[in-house]
């Protein structure tokens, strides 16, 4: 089985994509240059996904820079207060090994930094901000 993806949301402050797929899946997921408003300097963090992984195996999300999210069982990350975002950088990929036997998950991304749409945003002790250029 290959990886479906489907993109319901890509506006000024998130995508949301919701993803299936089965075992031994690795591929991209998220490609920065393919998001709205992206630049040579964007990067989004991984804020929420709602996950449902069936047999015994792990699926993980990866940024280019190795940070990564492990997913296993029925969960969701990204909603308990000691749970944080995971910002990384680059694209992320998924990756299944042989003994997951099918998954679903809505996965969340926050545009952390670089986009072009007219608003950034800084987060500062995990509070968000957001400014207007035109505005500041």
């Known amino acids: 089985m290959t990886i479906s993806s489907t993109n319901l ?10 993803i299936t797929g089965a075992r031994n899946e690795d591929e991209k997921l998220i490609e920065l240059d393919n998001l709205k408003g ?6 989004i963090s991984i804020a929420n996904v709602y996950y449902e992984v069936e047999g015994t195996g792990t699926v993980k999300l990866q940024f280019d820079n190795e940070e990564e999210l492990s997913m296993v069982g029925i969960d969701n990350y990204g909603l308990k207060p000691t749970e944080t975002k995971i910002k990384g950088t680059g694209d992320i990929k ?10 679903s998950l809505m996965l969340e991304c926050h545009k952390e930094t670089g986009f072009s749409n007219g608003w950034y945003s800084n ?7 957001i400014w207007c250029k035109v505005c500041n």
């Open 9 to 18: 949301v890509d506006d000024n402050f998130k995508v949301i994509n919701k």
């Open 38 to 43: 992206s630049t040579n300097e964007s990067e």
């Open 94 to 103: 998924i990756t299944t090994d042989n003994f997951v036997d099918k998954f």
């Open 123 to 129: 987060n500062t002790n995990n509070s968000w901000h």
